[in-house]
């Protein structure tokens, strides 16, 4: 199923995101990944993870709205973990690296285990994911729509790039495990070549 979004607006001018996405993996490993901020950000179109320290994130986020293109510097971490819950929740904000505009976000992530099918789904997770967005300065001018969907083609894009993200990692161990398979059959296999010419060998003369 691909990602979603539903916008809705509240009196205060914060604007609410709905988007839904699944990723080829098992929901445990699904999320372990979601907690690795370094790892996920290397998924984000346009963004820039410039440092990490003590829980908290500093980077920069390149993102296009109608006609404009915008550069946010700004600050991200982790508020709650629910590992039983498997809820993640971040909390977000910047500055426009040119001009006064600011924009925030809380997002809060959420893993849900699709059951296997028959043909293929077992071992896939889907990802509702629940945003509240404050946009001023420039972007705020284009409307909640045009704001909505923008978000809409970041979650999608986003969910592309983790998905190939996580496959290309798990072909990647399964290439590990094969190699290490090879070896160790090519080790078991010149044992049983020794042993089979130790046992051919004359006995020594008495």
Request: charged letters at 25%; aromatic letters at 4%.
């Amino acid at each position: 199923r691909g990602p979603y979004t539903r916008p809705r607006t509240k009196g205060t001018g914060i604007m609410e995101l709905d988007h839904e996405f699944a990723v080829p993996v098992p929901v445990d490993e699904a999320w372990s990944v979601l907690l690795d901020v370094e790892r996920v950000a290397q998924c984000v179109p346009g963004a820039t993870l410039d440092s990490a320290e003590g829980g908290e994130y500093t980077g920069r986020l390149r993102v296009r709205v109608g006609a404009m293109t915008v550069t946010y510097r700004g600050t991200a971490r982790i508020v709650a973990a629910d590992e039983s819950a498997r809820t993640v929740t971040i909390e977000a904000s910047g500055k426009e690296a040119r001009g006064s505009g600011t924009a925030s976000a809380t997002v809060q992530a959420r893993l849900h285990p699709v059951p296997g099918d028959g043909e293929g789904a077992a071992g896939t997770t889907r990802v509702t994911v629940h945003t509240k967005l404050n946009v001023t300065g420039r972007p705020a001018q284009f409307g909640r729509n045009i704001l909505a969907e923008v978000g809409a083609k970041l979650i999608g894009r986003f969910a592309k790039a983790l998905a190939e993200e996580l496959e290309s990692s798990r072909q990647g161990d399964g290439a590990d495990a094969g190699a290490e398979d090879v070896v160790g059959q090519q080790a078991a296999a010149e044992a049983a070549r020794e042993q089979t010419q130790e046992a051919a060998a004359p006995a020594p003369e008495a």
